[in-house]
């Protein structure tokens, strides 16, 4: 199917003035049944607060649990309920999801294993192990990671490493389908849950460093048949194709590797893209900063998909001509937010480039982005011309290698998830302080292998710290208070109506926190480094909360001597560590 957009002219009057600070939490269910409904045994798990159905938690990313048997009064008292060991080692990533008294959870290499589990004691009920191929981790670019499985209709849905999508029957852990979605073998795995919308399984892949032309794929639920398939790279002769130099398209990123948002009142589906290829910008546009058209579409944007058929309905490309690997994977968050007296279905999202954007997430329009963590690749974005403001000195093109780029290529904020609280009105985000020099060499493309043409040596940022979880006002766009850490890439978050934020770290230091104050008010080293983001559940009346550890093994291999303290932070592991109050 061809790429379609809408043209963003229309978008570009907003002013940021006169924001509010009132914040309401969209009712992403509810609004389900005065819209186009989507799948029923979905939307069933989700309104009931005692389960965590889907990645986010819900179908708007907002990894908020009504839950509050764990509160602020009682979080110090938290103690260990069980644990299981996952089998495998090397970035386990997985945040469980919980249907009824079963906990869904997988490991990494693949995964090697998918669980489901007693929620309440973590008895095995069953053990899936797909057979997947030795040779996956040459094709991975950032590890051998899997961040979860999905649910629906009594299925479970797995994407794999070796680019197949598996449903197993949630009662017995057997095999019903599996459909391949990409060749594996030109550089492009499945490490995220898809999403289920009806009848339909969406999914992406990876594989923006191995110069893919990244598609999101849709598959009909019982069967694995491909319904629909939309390239995020258009070709020459499709909307958006003369964004792209030559016929540097067809090798051109953009992958959708992360994880999907779903309005069901606009029956519209969300998802991320990742940086063009190659690294060098001289190959896919102009190699400076006066690229023109040549914005390399729909790479490093948020793209809006009608799930029914796959067309494109809107985007925005928050840096276009990439030059920096500022993926445009990170989720999109969808609340209702309070915005100069009005309320405002929103699209919240903490990008990689270092800027919080909030967006109307039934038109497109962008209302404000701001910076959240230090960024100096530009002075500001410009919501007027849908643009940065870039320091000309910033952007590393043919001879003319950059120095001192903040944020560095892992981003203000990479894969692990954030989180909103509609109680406080506060986003809770894992980012880092890390910086980079960046110069450009000539590259010619490979099957299968990195296909990159750039050397970015790391640098630490500013301030004596690499890593901060930051509190964050979507509407006033600023921070209300935050937790400096020694290293970055630490864990997701997770927050509740216990007026809780639930964070791990690199070291292993699994933590609940005051969502109001930032006080951390309970605090435990699980042996391993933490990336995943938390999950809370409810079964016979206790509530629990579930964290999976793993320290990530190759990641540091890109960040140079700040790598080496991040290996030594803590070693690896893969474990299930599940928590309640006694």
């Not at 490309?317 to 007296?341: F, H, M, R, S």
């Amino acid at each position: 199917m061809a790429c379609t957009t809408t043209s963003w002219r229309e978008y570009m009057t907003f002013g940021t003035k006169g924001f509010l600070a009132g914040i309401s939490m969209v009712a992403m269910l509810a609004t389900a049944t005065s819209g186009v409904r989507a799948n029923d045994s979905l939307l069933k798990a989700q309104s009931d607060s005692s389960q965590w159905a889907v990645a986010g938690h819900d179908y708007g990313n907002t990894r908020f649990s009504p839950l509050k048997q764990i509160n602020t009064e009682n979080a110090g008292k938290l103690t260990l309920a069980y644990s299981f060991s996952l089998a495998s080692l090397r970035s386990n990533e997985s945040s469980p999801i919980v249907v009824g008294n079963t906990l869904y959870v997988s490991s990494s290499w693949g995964p090697k294993y998918v669980y489901a589990l007693d929620a309440a004691t973590g008895v095995r009920k069953w053990t899936y192990e797909p057979d997947i191929p030795e040779d996956v981790l040459q094709y991975a670019c950032c590890d051998v990671n899997n961040r979860g499985v999905s649910y629906a209709d009594g299925k479970i849905f797995v994407g794999r490493l070796d680019g197949k999508l598996t449903a197993l029957d949630a009662a017995t852990g057997k095999a019903l389908w599996t459909a391949k979605v990409v060749d594996y073998k030109q550089g492009s795995v499945i490490t995220s849950p898809p999403l289920v919308v009806r009848d339909k399984v969406i999914t992406g892949f990876g594989g923006g460093e191995y110069g893919v032309r990244g598609s999101l794929q849709a598959f009909d639920i019982n069967t694995g048949k491909q319904l629909w398939q939309t390239y995020t790279v258009p070709s020459p002769d499709e909307p958006g194709g003369d964004t792209w130099k030559g016929d540097s398209a067809q090798h051109g990123g953009g992958a959708a590797w992360l994880v999907g948002s779903y309005d069901p009142k606009t029956d519209t589906v969300y998802w991320g893209t990742s940086n063009p290829g190659p690294w060098n910008t001289a190959v896919r546009s102009t190699g400076d900063g006066n690229f023109g058209k040549l914005t390399n579409l729909y790479t490093a944007s948020t793209v809006a998909f009608d799930p029914n058929t796959g067309k494109i309905k809107w985007h925005i490309q928050t840096t276009p001509a990439d030059a920096w690997d500022y993926d445009g994977v990170n989720e999109a968050v969808l609340a209702d937010l309070k915005i100069g007296g009005s309320t405002v279905p929103a699209l919240m999202k903490a990008d990689r480039n270092g800027y919080f954007f909030v967006a109307n997430r039934e038109t497109g329009k962008v209302l404000s982005a701001e910076k959240y963590v230090f960024s100096n690749w530009a002075k500001k974005w410009d919501i007027a011309t849908m643009r940065a403001v870039e320091d000309p000195d910033k952007r590393p093109g043919p001879n003319h290698p950059a120095k001192d780029i903040c944020p560095n290529l892992i981003g203000g904020k990479n894969w692990q998830p954030m989180s909103f609280n509609p109680q406080t009105g506060l986003v809770y985000i894992p980012s880092n302080n890390v910086c980079m020099d960046w110069s450009v060499s000539d590259v010619a493309y490979k099957r299968g292998v990195f296909y990159l043409g750039a050397e970015f040596p790391t640098k630490e940022g500013p301030g004596g710290f690499l890593g901060e979880l930051v509190a964050w006002d979507p509407v006033a766009q600023k921070k209300v208070w935050s937790i400096k850490e020694d290293l970055p890439f630490n864990g997701g978050t997770l927050t509740t109506g216990g007026g809780l934020v639930f964070a791990g770290n690199i070291h292993g230091d699994f933590r609940a926190i005051d969502a109001k104050s930032g006080k951390v008010l309970w605090s435990r080293n699980l042996g391993s480094g933490i990336g995943a983001g938390p999950v809370t559940y409810q079964v016979d009346g206790k509530q629990y909360v579930a964290i999976v550890v793993g320290r990530t093994a190759a990641l540091p291999a890109f960040l140079g001597e700040v790598g080496k303290k991040m290996t030594a932070a803590a070693p690896e592991g893969g474990s299930l560590f599940v928590f309640s109050v006694q």
